[in-house]
């Protein structure tokens, strides 16, 4: 992929468009960038590499971008594999490389290779700088903006914010030139640095402070143009704040008629002047897609078949990731069904009740098997509440 940053600093990195799901978890139908750049200036210094399912093509763009030259600094501000796997093969290509990151890095590398680190580091805290000649990188920590080690890295010629895995997105930058930002930055966020929130304000803030032209993050596509666009998003995001007025409807239904239930409860949440509904099904849809829209909305409302003495697992699992992923302060309504004993409400609102500032939304609506005529007007009155 030909991507163009600017005469001194290249894009290296490489689409992986075969990974089945990405981190293991995530469905990924247009793939995945892992983005590696190269600055070269009178030092060459490399920001990151690449998953070793890309490496041999890395090493080509690398090796073309050096143009004969080496490689003198590799600054390491994620570890993680997606972006860490080849930092063995570079040590390999240049053993006298520098290894630039910060006192967690280097506590951590020795975890995942095994190469000598003796000689080869420089240690960087925040607000320290590395002179390439005209180049100069100031780190900036970012601890917890995905894992304990991250840093990222601020160029003040050019003014890049080098952003680790922060601003990045979804899908091969091949396969999304015309793919709107936001749907698939929005499920990256939340499924994946969405536990984060708080670090992420305290980067913002630290970001705040720099005069930025360009977001060169480790997946998607390099920002250049509204970058108030991309930070008010992030601001939004990291700090719960509803996005957008809606409803999301996610449901756990077993023969589909607690489906037919949440539909329903859909439709009459239209005809009452819902701005915006969503119906999900939690047990054929991507579920991280769901988490986003849960985030995304101010309000859910969440409809589970009974199940071993609690709720259908797919609605189960979600719960569990909202509450892993830090979902808070929003109102929820429930809607349960049994066909003797209905456990599926109270195992929700448990698991529900214990996310900060969630206002569980009265009634809590039981049907036994299938929605019938006498059901509608409990709908009709959690419709109304939740409006
Ligand atoms: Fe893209 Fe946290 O690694």
Known sequence: MNVTISDAVKYIGVDDTTIDLFESQYVVPEGVSYNSYVILDEKVALMDTVDKRGMEEWEKNLMAALDGRKVDYLVVQHLEPDHAGSIARLVELFPEVTLVGNAKTFQMMPQFFDF???????????????SLGEHTLTFVMAPMVHWPEVMVSYESKEKILFSADGFGKFGALSLTEEDDWACEARRYYFNIVGKYGAPVQTLLKKAAGLDIAMICPLHGPILK?????????????????????????????????????????????????????????????????????????????????????????????????????????????????????????????????????????????????????????????LAEAML
Request: with cysteine; hydrophobic share 40%; aromatic share 8%.
């Open 116 to 130: 000598d680190l003796e000689g080869r580091t420089k240690v960087v805290a925040e607000g320290d700088t590395l």
């Open 225 to 381: 143009e509204d970058l108030g666009y991309y930070i008010d998003k992030y601001n939004t995001w990291s700090s719960y704040a509803p996005e957008d007025k809606g409803i999301l409807i996610a449901y756990a239904s077993i023969h589909g008629n607690t489906g037919a239930a949440a539909e329903k409860l859909g439709d009459i949440l239209r005809d009452k002047g819902a701005e915006k509904v969503v119906v999900s099904d939690l047990a054929r849809e991507d579920m991280a897609e769901v988490i986003e829209d849960a985030f995304r909305y101010d309000r859910m409302i969440v409809c589970g078949a009974s199940y071993d003495g609690g709720v259908f697992p797919c609605m189960q699992d979600f719960l569990h990731h909202l509450q892993a992923k830090a979902y808070q302060k929003r109102k929820v309504g429930i809607l349960e069904n049994g066909s003797w004993a209905p456990t599926a409400a109270r195992t929700m609102k448990g698991l529900l009740e214990n996310m900060k500032g969630v206002e569980i939304v009265e009634p809590v609506v039981t049907i036994k098997s299938t929605l019938k005529e006498e059901d509608l007007p409990a709908l009709e009155k």
